[in-house]
């Protein structure tokens, strides 16, 4: 049986690399007490183990996993290192080695604790990758469409197949804020590469009237008789917001760079009017 260490791996921030502490676990019999990026804090009181990637004993694991546990089980860590969850490494870590204990029937093991938190884990981020379909929004700046988002969890990957289907004649841009990254795409070819700060111009009076019609039309869609602001929170979460059109103020000259949306590109929004 593995000892529990006083070690905390360190990685790349890579799922090859993470693949790499899987591997350096099993090879030392040993599981950390946590993994962790090169740049964040540590206690004094642990020891560091630098855990270098090395894609041939990456792809050792990597292979092993639906070798072992089925094709579910490498889909559902992939989705869990995109997550938010804190200290996700070490659940995935966890994770995989019942996975190798138990076989397929660790996707069934929802009562065990590392098994429940990465499930309620991949569940917060289908929710919130499935939300931003619906609720992103783009503005067109030199004919290219530009939206931003802020997530909490990686959602980026998985929006890539959605919007690139939608549009796929089109040139855009989505920007999430909070993870430092880009999709970008043009006809038939699609990246998601690290933007750290995006400037872009003030929208133009075209961009300007768009917004405010979407504006108009969000508000005359609405039934005043079933305004329901504790529901559509529950539909729309607040933290949305900040970069959906139909709730920016038309009375603004400087309208919050990136966070707008021409009126004639994208889905209807939820209404508020739900009961």
């Not at 919130?128 to 030199?142: D, Q």
């Not at 300007?208 to 005359?220: A, G, N, P, S, V």
Request: glycine share 6%.
């Amino acid at each position: 049986m593995p000892n529990q260490s006083d070690l905390i791996y360190r990685y790349d921030g890579s799922f090859d690399g993470l693949l790499c502490c899987v591997f350096e676990s099993y090879e030392k019999k040993e599981i950390p007490l946590d993994i962790l990026l090169p740049d964040a804090s540590q206690s004094q009181l642990f020891s560091g183990k630098v855990i270098p990637t090395d894609l041939p004993k990456a792809s050792r694991v990597l292979a092993s996993i639906p070798q072992k546990m089925g094709t579910s089980a490498l889909d559902f860590v992939r989705h869990a290192f995109l997550t938010c969850l804190a200290q996700k490494e070490l659940y995935i870590l966890l994770f995989l080695r019942l996975g190798y204990r138990y076989g397929p029937s660790v996707m069934n093991m929802l009562t065990n604790d590392v098994v429940n938190t990465l499930f309620k884990a991949v569940k917060h981020l289908n929710r919130e990758s499935h939300l931003l379909k619906g609720f992103l929004r783009f503005s067109i700046f030199n004919n290219v469409l530009v939206g931003e988002i802020a997530p909490k969890n990686y959602v980026l990957p998985l929006l890539v197949q959605h919007f690139c289907e939608r549009y796929p004649e089109e040139r855009f841009l989505i920007h999430d804020k909070t993870h430092g990254m880009g999709l970008v795409y043009q006809p038939y070819h699609s990246a998601v590469i690290p933007i750290g700060t995006l400037e872009m111009p003030e929208a133009d009076e075209e961009e300007q009237m768009f917004r405010e019609l979407w504006r108009l039309f969000y508000d005359t869609i609405a039934i005043q008789g079933r305004y329901n602001p504790e529901c559509r929170m529950s539909h729309m979460p607040k933290r949305y917001w900040k970069y959906m059109t139909e709730f920016g103020s038309p009375q603004k000259n400087s309208p919050p760079k990136l966070s707008g949306f021409s009126g004639k590109l994208l889905s209807i929004p939820v209404r508020e009017n739900l009961t």
